[in-house]
C-alpha cells in the first residue's frame, strides 16, 4: 500500500558530501518515515538517523557533527545530508516507515573511496 524510494547515492571521494533522498508514496495517511538505516557487506543493518517518538532526532555515534536528517513534509520526503564522507560510511543505505507495518525501500549505495 505504501512505496519508499531512496535516491541520491553514488560514488563520492573522502570529504565529500551527497544528500539521499526518501520518497513515501501511496496510501500514506498516518504514514511514518522513522528515519534511514545502512548496510555494508556482510554487516547487520544500522541504524543511522531517524525520528523519535519526542519528535526529536537520533544519530549513530560514528555520524553524529557529519549526518543530518531533515523532512519535507509537503512533499513526503525524508533527507539525509551526508557531510565529510568517510571511507567507513560506504554502504547501502536505506529509508525505514511505519504503518501497521515495517517499510523499506530498495536501497541506494553509497561508496566512499579514494
Known amino acids: 500500500q505504501v512505496q519508499l524510494v531512496e535516491s541520491g547515492g553514488g560514488l563520492v571521494q573522502p570529504g565529500g558530501s551527497l544528500r539521499l533522498s526518501c520518497v513515501a508514496s501511496?496510501?500514506?495517511?498516518?504514514?511514518?518515515?522513522r528515519g534511514w538505516f545502512r548496510q555494508a557487506p556482510g554487516k547487520g543493518r544500522e541504524l543511522v538517523a531517524g525520528?523519535?517518538?519526542?519528535?526529536?532526532?537520533y544519530y549513530a555515534d560514528s555520524v553524529k557533527g557529519r549526518f543530518t536528517i531533515s523532512r519535507d513534509n509537503a512533499k513526503n520526503t525524508v533527507y539525509l545530508q551526508m557531510n565529510s564522507l568517510k571511507p567507513e560510511d560506504t554502504a547501502v543505505y536505506y529509508c525505514?516507515?511505519?504503518?501497521?507495518?515495517?517499510?523499506w525501500g530498495q536501497g541506494t549505495q553509497v561508496t566512499v573511496s579514494a
Open positions: 501511496g496510501n500514506i495517511f498516518s504514514f511514518n518515515i
Open positions: 525520528f523519535t517518538s519526542g519528535g526529536t532526532t
Open positions: 525505514n516507515a511505519f504503518k501497521t507495518q515495517n517499510y
